[in-house]
């Protein structure tokens, strides 16, 4: 059973940079199309970010496009998202999520993801 495991969230101020890791065991991720998800105190579960299995394709939310970046390493079985020029508004709890999926096929920004991660909290202070 793939498990998920998210690490790398914390304090920062506004402006700067945090990079999340989503660890992957119990299974390989060369053939997943993983996502980011945020949720925020009272607010619902936001799609920020997502890449194919194949690394071909990727997506955003507008308002982390241009500073938010999405990669995945198959040889670590991890996904990154490396959050640049972070904004108080993006302070969450940042999920990873995974599914199944053939390796070119786009990824998308819905909740359509098999197995999530526990979560990690993102503060982004003014």
């Known amino acids: 059973q793939l498990q998920l495991v998210e690490s790398g969230g914390g304090l920062v101020q506004f402006g700067g940079s945090l990079r999340l890791s989503c660890a992957a065991s119990g299974g390989i991720l060369d053939y997943s199309a993983l996502a980011w998800f945020r949720q925020a105190p009272g607010k619902e579960r936001e799609a920020v970010s997502c890449i194919n299995p194949s690394g071909s394709f990727s997506n955003y939310v507008d308002s982390v496009k241009g500073r938010f970046t999405i990669s995945k390493d198959n040889a670590k079985n991890t996904v990154y998202l490396q959050m640049n020029s972070l904004k108080p508004e993006d302070t969450a709890v940042y999920f990873c999520?995974?599914?199944?999926?053939?390796?070119?096929?786009?990824?998308?920004?819905?909740?359509?993801?098999?197995?999530w991660g526990q979560g990690t909290q993102v503060t982004v202070s003014s």
């Open positions: 999520a995974e599914v199944g999926s053939p390796l070119s096929r786009p990824c998308v920004l819905r909740p359509e993801y098999d197995r």
